[in-house]
C-alpha cells in the first residue's frame, strides 16, 4: 500500500521468553552435564503443560540441580537459564 510504513523488525532477547525468576546470574561456567539431543525445555515447573519456552541444541551443557527419578530434571545452562528438561536426553559429563 502506498503510504503505509512499516515498523522496524526487531529481535527479541532470550530474556523476554524467559521469565525473570528463571533466570540465575551469574549463569555457571562449570558443567555436570550435556545435553545428547536437541531437546524442548520449559519455565514451568514439573511436568510441562505449557509450550516449550526454547530448546536445547544437542552438545549444550549443564548444571544438574535436581531430579527426583521422574522423566524430568531441573538444570541451569551457560546462558543462566534455571529450566525443566527431559533427564533422558542428558549425559554425565566425565570429572577429571
Known sequence: MEGMKRPEAIVLSESAL???NCLISPAPNQFTHEVTRPQAFYASRGTPSEPPAGRFDAGTKVVLL???GTDF???VDGGGRYVDTRFDGLRKLQTQ
Open 73 to 75: 530434571c531441573r538444570v
Open 18 to 20: 524467559i521469565p525473570s
Open 66 to 68: 535436581y531430579y527426583d
